[in-house]
Nanobody
């Protein structure tokens, strides 16, 4: 089991910045990758950015050049720095951890944090 606690959401004007944090606890040694997903109103939950155990990041095309995912291994925390925010970035952002379970992987989710970008 892994527990994920998110923080850092809020209301910001277009062009502004926010930083999300996700602290992991529990079976963190089994974490293969961590990432951020978002779900807008009436929309599917989609991957925004992820970082694997080797530190390699992966981004959705819509946020490349604006968002940066990073991790602090000592604090078991993953961050999402969001710059040049747009109204279309408005969504609930969920932290995700992918745990290796033998040959399979298990998903764990945080409770979600609201990000609202006003125009």
């Amino acid at each position: 089991q892994v527990q994920l606690v998110e923080s850092g959401g809020g209301l910001v004007q277009a062009g502004g910045s926010l930083r999300l944090s996700c602290a992991a606890s529990g079976r963190i040694s089994n974490i293969y990758a961590m990432g951020w997903y978002r779900q807008g109103s009436g929309k599917k939950r989609n991957l925004v950015a992820a970082i694997n155990s080797s530190g390699r990041p992966n981004y959705d095309d819509s946020v490349k050049g604006r968002f940066t995912i990073s991790r602090d291994v000592a604090k078991n925390t993953v961050y999402l720095q969001m710059n040049s925010l747009k109204p279309e970035d408005t969504a609930v952002y969920y932290c995700n951890a992918l745990l290796q379970n033998g040959r399979d992987y298990d998903d764990y989710w945080g409770q979600g944090t609201q990000v609202t970008v006003s125009s």
